[in-house]
């Protein structure tokens, strides 16, 4: 049995879409029960709609919300009892397995650092979502807060991201690419320079050398390794380019008559074909590194992203990821100061 | 008449897209002249296959060329009778306003910043290419090869950018706006939190704080001002995730037999709808605050993206966007020595 705390009160679509979510993932598994964690009257409602197995479905109330534009270091600080502090408690303390929320990334990130706590070993805990290519999915790790990372974090990252490639996507061996504006050795700036040949020495990844942002959709590496700056910008580009273009297909088939009937035609396909392409269809992105599973879904999620990033825990509880991590940072030595300096903060 | 040197050359299409280009460019303005720059007779035999107005193409010896895969510093200096070389020099000596080349980025970079030379106060020349979005097109400034840029360099961006986009593309007011993983002005790495107080401190420009990369295709800024690296990720990833969702649609479209009669309906609209989201028609990109108009265009460039680039010349030169350029940087003191140290490694 896996235990999910959902936050029912994070996002733009909550409470109904994430209370949906919930229903919808434990009808489709036993092996699920969800701890759906917010204000209790209106939750309730909520849950009232649907038809589920009792059983597989609590609530624990949480007085407070953490809204996306508040300051994370503090909110974390002040609403102890907020669905995002008091979700994140149960992780710490083993009463759930894990914690799903499209709540605000910044508390999510501090929280996650601060009470569930960072692996041994693990010097900055990476977001690192599936994004949709050609081939299938690839990891973008890192798209987290913490900018300016150090050559040490994206080895970290690589090795994590490679974990999680294998042991939850189920791609053997997967391959390992830095971010980079070229494809030699020697191009790149200050951070992918010394990063470069640390991945090389690397055993236990597969690395395959630099990605060039343009291969990145067509799949050209499983795991994409790149400092959080870039990542973010990565991953909210391909959102913006894919929405862009998309409505340019649709204004362009709704622009004459023959156009639009031809619309009516293709539409069952074309719908089938974008789906593939549809980023909702994998989940959250997990926050790796730490002492539990923390996955962090869009803000603007569906019931449809909500029911897949609480189905993913289920592997990656399987599959003890956290202990595969602990395991391949084992071999490194000291937490770094910085580290060990943010956790001190809250 | 402005008179513009092309790289007959260079690029993946070489000779004959960028011969053809520049017979279109020529034929379409009586006030424009070309040296083709290459191989004379491979060049004379292309040209051969055209009508074309005779007084306004000639062609300039080249011996050698500069492939792509060449360390940059080393080709301009050693190949003094390449294509890049000898145009280079034709714009420094006055001889033409103007270069286009499809060739090597890092040569182009190079050459522009040693042959050429750099305007007095321009501490980097960017390269700016015109990117398309929904609301017509924005300026993305720097995708160069110079990457770790300094806060001071990125303000000289926003500036030239600004000139760029008033008097080539013929915006006024244009917005500025620096590439950022939020909206608030705390958000960023150490670059962006550091050039974010310069930007607004500014008054020639009107700078509206950050944009995240979502909001780029959307329109969100007319200059998007960001350094090298984030520059060349944004470029690249646009064709990437373009090119990956318009095989989506072609593949969905072709997937059955009603979809394949739709596509055919669909088709003409959607093409001339989807023509606005492409990169070639709006020409290449220049490299600003040299000392002459050095412009590079993709490296699959076909004649339509070289017949555009040639044209760009032409208001650059009527709009004197390097006087302007000299005079808005006029106010700053010294060049640094880091550009100074660049143009004494060749």
Same mark, same amino acid.
């Given at each position: @049995?896996?235990?999910?705390?959902?936050?029912? @009160?994070?996002?733009? !679509?909550?409470?109904?879409?994430?209370?949906?979510?919930?229903?919808?993932?434990?009808?489709? /598994?036993?092996?699920?029960?969800?701890?759906?964690?917010?204000?209790?009257?209106?939750?309730?409602?909520?849950?009232?709609?649907?038809?589920?197995?009792?059983?597989?479905?609590?609530?624990?109330?949480?007085?407070?919300?953490?809204?996306?534009?508040?300051?994370?270091?503090?909110?974390?600080?002040?609403?102890?009892?907020?669905?995002?502090?008091?979700?994140?408690? @149960?992780?710490?303390?083993?009463?759930?397995?894990?914690?799903?929320? &499209?709540?605000?990334?910044?508390?999510?990130?501090?929280?996650?650092?601060?009470?569930?706590? /960072?692996?041994?070993?693990?010097?900055?805990?990476?977001?690192?979502?599936?994004?949709?290519? $050609?081939?299938? +999915?690839?990891?973008?790790?890192?798209?987290?807060? !913490? +900018?300016?990372?150090?050559?040490?974090?994206?080895?970290?990252?690589?090795? @994590?991201?490679?974990?999680?490639?294998?042991?939850?996507?189920?791609?053997?061996?997967?391959?390992?690419?830095?971010?980079?504006?070229?494809?030699?050795?020697?191009?790149?700036?200050?951070?992918?320079?010394? #990063?470069?040949?640390?991945?090389?020495?690397?055993?236990?990844? !597969?690395?395959?050398?630099?990605? $060039?942002?343009?291969?990145?959709?067509?799949?050209?590496?499983? +795991?994409?390794?790149?400092?959080?700056?870039?990542?973010?910008?990565?991953?909210?580009?391909?959102?913006?380019?894919?929405? #862009?273009?998309?409505?340019?297909?649709?204004?362009?088939?709704?622009?004459?008559? /023959?156009?639009?009937?031809?619309?009516?035609?293709?539409?069952? &396909?074309?719908?089938?074909?974008?789906?593939?392409?549809?980023?909702?269809?994998?989940?959250?992105?997990?926050?790796?590194?730490?002492?539990?599973?923390?996955?962090? #879904?869009?803000?603007?999620?569906?019931?449809?992203?909500?029911?897949?990033?609480?189905?993913?825990? +289920?592997?990656?509880?399987?599959? &003890?990821?956290?202990?595969?991590? /602990?395991?391949?940072?084992?071999? $490194?030595? &000291?937490?770094?100061?910085?580290?060990?300096?943010?956790?001190? #903060?809250?």
């Amino acid at each position: @049995m896996v235990k999910v705390a959902v936050d029912a @009160m994070g996002g733009d !679509n909550a409470p109904s879409e994430i209370v949906k979510g919930a229903v919808e993932a434990v009808k489709e /598994r036993k092996d699920i029960s969800v701890v759906l964690v917010g204000n209790q009257p209106i939750v309730e409602e909520e849950l009232a709609k649907y038809q589920y197995p009792k059983e597989q479905i609590e609530i624990r109330h949480a007085s407070e919300v953490i809204l996306t534009e508040e300051p994370p270091v503090n909110a974390i600080r002040s609403k102890k009892d907020s669905s995002i502090v008091v979700s994140m408690k @149960m992780v710490k303390a083993g009463e759930a397995d894990a914690f799903v929320s &499209a709540g605000s990334s910044g508390a999510i990130l501090v929280g996650g650092q601060v009470i569930v706590g /960072r692996n041994k070993g693990v010097e900055r805990p990476p977001l690192a979502p599936l994004i949709p290519t $050609e081939k299938g +999915v690839s990891l973008l790790i890192d798209c987290g807060a !913490n +900018v300016d990372a150090r050559p040490s974090h994206l080895v970290q990252f690589a090795k @994590m991201g490679s974990i999680y490639m294998e042991h939850v996507v189920g791609i053997k061996n997967p391959t390992v690419a830095i971010v980079n504006i070229g494809a030699e050795e020697e191009k790149g700036n200050a951070l992918v320079k010394e #990063t470069f040949p640390l991945l090389k020495e690397c055993k236990d990844i !597969n690395f395959i050398g630099s990605i $060039e942002a343009r291969e990145i959709p067509h799949g050209g590496a499983d +795991v994409v390794v790149c400092e959080a700056f870039v990542g973010n910008v990565i991953l909210k580009l391909y959102e913006g380019v894919g929405a #862009t273009l998309l409505s340019k297909v649709k204004e362009g088939m709704m622009s004459s008559l /023959r156009s639009k009937i031809g619309a009516l035609l293709v539409k069952p &396909a074309l719908k089938a074909t974008l789906k593939s392409f549809d980023a909702s269809r994998y989940g959250g992105a997990p926050l790796l590194g730490l002492k539990g599973l923390v996955v962090k #879904t869009h803000g603007n999620s569906t019931a449809n992203e909500v029911r897949n990033s609480i189905l993913q825990c +289920v592997t990656f509880k399987e599959q &003890a990821i956290n202990e595969k991590i /602990r395991e391949s940072l084992a071999a $490194e030595t &000291a937490v770094s100061g910085e580290a060990g300096h943010q956790e001190g #903060t809250v």
